[in-house]
């Protein structure tokens, strides 16, 4: 224990009174009428003030005999209070009338923390049965000096903008401590005010007893302001540290912290809601959202303090909007509006305990609307709050041009009705829109076309092209087209989204509003190819018939009820029978075949539907349609060479009884590819295609090399090691462990797979090897998907399998194959090869090295006329097929009327950037 010294500790005495009944007085003092007692003694209360825990606090107390009569002092009892206080007392002393003695109070202090005030009841005895009740308090801290907060966060603020903090120093004690040496480091942080002139030292004043009982002691303090500016980006901790005049504290450091970067809010400066046809005493009004984003850097960890949020510092409104140049308030709406209520200036789907967080995926969309109440410009100011520390109120003008313009007649046809959409995989529908007048003046004004979704439509639904006012003219049509993209998690069970593709048109009746919805779904049934596109064919012709097919992923058949098509131009020639089963796993597609027939010039837009019942439920699929025609069925499609190709290489090896040779064929076909590093960057992985624990683990060669690029050393004879897997496989499939081996956790382990995969902007080619069907678990579809999902690479899926009916004589099949190889390849774009063939080997190699470096085939979607010669031009720049040096006529391109590609010679590929067109003219059918 230790006794804290009396010089720290002031002892403030307050008097109190206090004693019992006197027996009766002698005769002398009752006749001289004196009512004195015989025997009284006076103690005053005791307040030993402030002291810190465990320290041992005492005072003297002064007694006193007030009586007639001389007393002898006994015993101090401690009647209630802590029971660490002690009494210690002059045992046997004798006070005269008028005279004194001591008596010491002491107390040990507990630990309790934090400030807390003790008290005690005491009584002292004195012969004659005297006795005195008296009091004793004290206050026990655990620190005399004390500041608030205990860590200053400084939260996020973006380089160069300063945030001001403050610290409240505390002093419990009854007497000033002095503070010095004042000093923030590193110098992002800095003391820029303190309670007087010098910012390097203060005084805390004394704590203070007040009269309020609910209060007692009033600690003395001082502030201390503290500023933060970062400089770069990213998290700096330091430290405010100073000395104290206080023995038992006299130094203090209190943690710094602050992150450059965090919040800041981004808007367009000016929300142009166009023209207007403003028709008086009508409802004309046009919306639009405004697009609030969080563009400061987000934390990693996340942390939501790093969060955009809007209102003001005092939690008030979120905004606040400003008429101009003779507008009324009362025109325009910022948040929702109800048809029946109004503008409620709310926005329910932002929570304001979350806020934005950076990133464009959670941008707020705040509905702005406008009813213009006359003609000409109406103009607004729209001031957004937000704790953005640079900007904390920014200012978007809002403008709308209502204008005068003859009302429209239109004719809409079209759906947006998208069925099943499966994941990762992007489809784009629209609608027609037809000018039915046909006169002089009859122009359309189309304004404010703007999507709007409903809940998860939001992230699905988007327009395919930016909107801009459009006068149609006399006659006129246009197409509106709606992009459809779900990327997030396939919900468990298909799950149907909406949005309103909404217009206006020059009318006074309200807005259009064609809806839009998917269902959201891993589906059974893959169409392919996925968009159907005839090119540009002749007004007076058909197109050529073209072939697609139908897979079914799925363990049960799918039945098909019915098919129809949207858009008179497009129709179904053969292969959707009602009745018609698409059967299970991929084992037979279903084929089918359309016709484009253009009625007049320009393009044109449908979509085939096609119903079926599927797991015994009605399902629609949707393909969409394009088409367009002119007098001479000209096409022109364009392609850019890629900049900087590179390829990450997943093998998968079948590793049965009778592959060993196989695979050596193997290791010399993608070991070729390593001699190319100046125009290929690859890196190569190889697993099996075993199934158990070690499926989809990368195999090591005895030097531990997993991973095999150009810049191995022996890299070639590294991949001839690593497709040597063996041949004591029992059950084989490519799926699963090529899944497993490219997402997590294998993918993200670096004593497993890590290093494998570079991420976007990556070519994936995984290359599965086997002479029998697959027998994995799952699904050919939920394998791609949960592939696509967990890796940013492009994925291509090819395939070296059993193709043939039978194998042919002189080669052998593991087991025949069931559709699931042929399904992965047509899901991934990716090609497949007969096993039994002696090209496979030179066929891999060139559809890699195609793939993943410059490109030297160009694949058109719609056939040329086989009588009208093609044309090939480079940037502007038309290129001969052949050098047209008559001294050597070597061929730089062709076309292959197979593939239906253009393909340049090695030696002629296009320079990385360059943009290759090629114009053919369609055939005319009859």
């Not at 009174?17 to 005791?46: I, M, R, W, Y």
């Not at 829109?433 to 999507?451: F, K, M």
């Not at 070639?716 to 497993?740: F, H, K, R, Y």
Request: proline share 9%; hydrophobic share 40%; net charge negative.
């Amino acid at each position: 224990m230790k006794t804290v010294s009396p010089g720290l500790v002031a002892v403030g005495l307050s008097v109190l009174f206090a004693g019992c009944p006197a027996p009766s007085l002698p005769d002398a003092a009752t006749d001289a009428g004196v009512d004195a007692p015989l025997a009284q003694l006076s103690l005053e209360d005791v307040d030993l003030g402030v002291g810190l825990e465990d320290a041992v606090l005492s005072t003297t107390v002064r007694v006193r005999n007030t009586g007639a009569k001389t007393v002898t002092l006994g015993a101090a009892t401690l009647l209630s209070g802590h029971s660490g206080f002690q009494v210690a007392v002059s045992n046997g002393a004798q006070l005269a009338t008028g005279e004194s003695s001591d008596v010491t109070v002491s107390i040990t202090l507990p630990r309790t923390g934090t400030l807390k005030r003790f008290q005690a009841r005491f009584e002292l005895a004195a012969s004659d049965g005297v006795t005195v009740p008296f009091s004793a308090q004290v206050w026990s801290t655990p620190a005399f000096l004390d500041w608030s907060p205990q860590s200053v966060d400084f939260a996020f603020a973006p380089p160069t903008v300063p945030v001001v903090r403050e610290v409240v120093f505390t002093n419990f004690s009854l007497q000033p401590v002095r503070l010095s040496q004042l000093s923030a480091m590193p110098s992002v942080f800095r003391v820029v005010a303190t309670d007087s002139s010098d910012l390097t030292a203060l005084t805390v004043p004394a704590a203070m007893r007040s009269n309020s009982a609910s209060e007692g002691l009033v600690p003395g303090r001082s502030t201390v302001q503290l500023l933060f500016t970062p400089v770069v980006l990213g998290a700096r901790t330091g430290t405010l540290s100073g000395q104290a005049d206080v023995a038992a504290q006299s130094a203090f450091s209190i943690p710094l912290r602050g992150v450059g970067g965090g919040p800041v809010i981004d808007a367009p400066p000016v929300l142009d809601l166009g023209r207007i046809a403003y028709f008086p005493g009508a409802e004309s009004f046009a919306s639009r959202a405004l697009v609030v984003t969080n563009v400061g850097t987000r934390p990693s960890p996340p942390d939501p303090r790093g969060n955009l949020l809007l209102g003001s510092a005092q939690g008030g409104a979120y905004w606040e909007v400003t008429a101009l140049a003779g507008a009324s308030v009362s025109e325009v709406c910022v948040g929702d509006f109800d048809e029946v209520t109004g503008c409620q200036s709310t926005l329910p789907a932002y929570d304001p305990q979350v806020g934005i967080l950076s990133g464009t995926s959670t941008a707020l969309a705040i509905p702005v609307r406008v009813a213009p109440g006359g003609f000409g410009q109406r103009r607004f100011e729209l001031r957004i709050f937000s704790n953005d520390p640079a900007t904390p109120q920014k200012v978007v003008a809002i403008t709308v041009d209502a204008v005068q313009v003859p009302p429209c007649d239109v004719e809409i046809t079209g759906t947006l009705d998208f069925g099943m959409l499966p994941p990762l995989i992007a489809r784009e529908l629209a609608i027609t829109v037809r000018n039915r007048l046909t006169g002089p003046n009859d122009t359309c004004l189309i304004s404010n076309l703007e999507l709007v979704p409903s809940g998860a439509g939001a992230q699905v639904f988007s327009l395919t092209e930016p909107w801009v006012d459009l006068e149609l003219a006399p006659g006129a049509m246009k197409q509106l087209g709606v992009r459809a993209l779900s990327s997030g998690p396939v919900p468990p069970t298909p799950t149907e989204v909406r949005a309103k593709l909404v217009f206006n048109l020059a009318s006074p009746l309200p807005r259009v509003e064609v809806p839009v919805s998917a269902t959201l779904a891993a589906p059974c049934l893959s169409i392919a190819p996925r968009v159907i596109d005839f090119g540009t064919v002749g007004n007076t012709c058909a197109s050529p018939a073209r072939s697609f097919q139908i897979f079914n992923a799925c363990a049960t058949d799918v039945v098909i009820d019915s098919s129809s098509v949207v858009g008179a131009e497009f129709s179904v020639l053969a292969g959707l029978t009602p009745g018609t089963r698409v059967l299970a796993a991929g084992a037979a597609p279903v084929v089918f075949s359309l016709e484009y027939r253009p009625q007049d010039l320009g393009a044109d837009v449908g979509a085939l539907r096609v119903s079926v019942t599927e797991n015994g439920q009605p399902r629609d699929y949707v393909l969409p349609l394009r088409g367009k025609s002119d007098a001479t069925g000209s096409n022109s499609e364009s392609f850019v060479q890629r900049t900087s190709p590179k390829v990450d290489v997943l093998l998968v090896v079948d590793d049965s009884a009778n592959m060993g040779p196989r695979q050596t064929l193997l290791g010399q076909a993608v070991s070729g590819l390593l001699g190319f590093p100046s125009t290929l960057d690859v890196r190569v992985g190889v697993t099996s295609t075993e199934l158990g624990p070690s499926a989809g683990l990368l195999h090591a060669t005895d030097a531990g090399v997993k991973v095999v690029s150009a810049l191995t050393p022996g890299g070639a004879a590294a991949v001839q090691e690593l497709v040597q897997v063996g041949t004591s496989g029992l059950v084989q499939s490519c799926m699963e462990p090529a899944t497993l081996a490219v997402t997590a956790p294998y993918l993200a382990d670096p004593t497993k797979n890590a290093g494998l995969l570079r991420g976007a902007g990556t070519t994936l080619e995984i290359v599965c090897l086997t002479d029998a069907r697959d027998q994995a678990p799952g699904l050919p579809a939920s394998y791609v998907n949960r592939m696509v999902a967990m890796t940013p690479s492009e994925l291509r899926y090819h395939v070296i399998g059993p193709f043939l009916p039978m194998a042919p004589m002189g080669c052998s099949y593991g087991t025949p194959n069931d559709g699931a190889h042929d399904l992965m390849v047509e899901l991934t774009g990716g090609t497949k090869d007969e096993i039994c063939s002696s090209a496979w080997p030179m066929n891999l190699q060139t559809v890699l090295a195609r793939n993943a470096g410059y490109l030297r085939s160009f694949k058109l979607a719609a056939r040329p006329d086989p009588m009208v010669p093609l044309t090939v031009s480079i940037d502007g720049v038309s290129i001969p097929p052949f050098d047209p040096n008559p001294m050597s006529m070597d061929p730089i391109w062709h076309y292959d009327p197979v593939t239906n590609e253009v393909v340049f010679e090695p030696l002629y590929a296009p320079e990385p950037g360059k943009t290759v067109t090629i114009s053919f003219r369609a055939p005319c059918l009859p």
